[in-house]
């Protein structure tokens, strides 16, 4: 599957943006899909993940309550809603998609990447 994440971008602390992330190749709907992100210096986590049905969804500490993950299957779309943004969410976005039976939080279970979408939160 090849995705590509778009969406991202400037905005001021407590803005919103929503990124999208579209895949193309095998069935969507086969895939556990998640945001991840990477700043500067520090290593990528994982931010929000989303089962296959869109049953189950995790969020880091970080965003929970802020943040919103969702996926539309007929549209091989995955988004995630991010509100309150603050500057300590600037960094490289990231989505990804996996099979298999590992938990949807196992960041090395992942083996699909797409190309990354900067976002960058302003005080």
């Known amino acids: 599957v090849q995705l590509q994440a778009s969406g991202g971008g400037l905005v001021q602390a407590g803005g919103s943006l929503r990124l999208s992330c579209s895949a193309s190749g095998r069935t969507f709907s086969s895939y556990d899909m998640g945001w991840f992100r990477q700043a500067p210096g520090l290593e990528r986590d994982i931010v929000a993940a989303?089962?296959?049905?869109?049953?189950?969804?995790y969020y880091s500490d970080s965003v929970k309550g802020r943040f919103s993950i969702s996926r539309d299957n007929a549209k091989n779309t995955v988004y995630l809603q991010m509100n309150s943004l603050r500057p300590d969410d600037t960094a490289v976005y990231y989505c990804?998609?996996?099979?298999?039976?590992?938990?949807?939080?196992?960041?090395?279970?992942?083996?699909?990447w797409g190309q990354g979408t900067q976002v960058t939160v302003s005080s």
């Open positions: 990804a998609a996996k099979e298999g039976l590992f938990r949807i939080t196992t960041m090395s279970a992942y083996n699909y």
């Open positions: 989303i089962t296959r049905s869109g049953a189950g969804t």
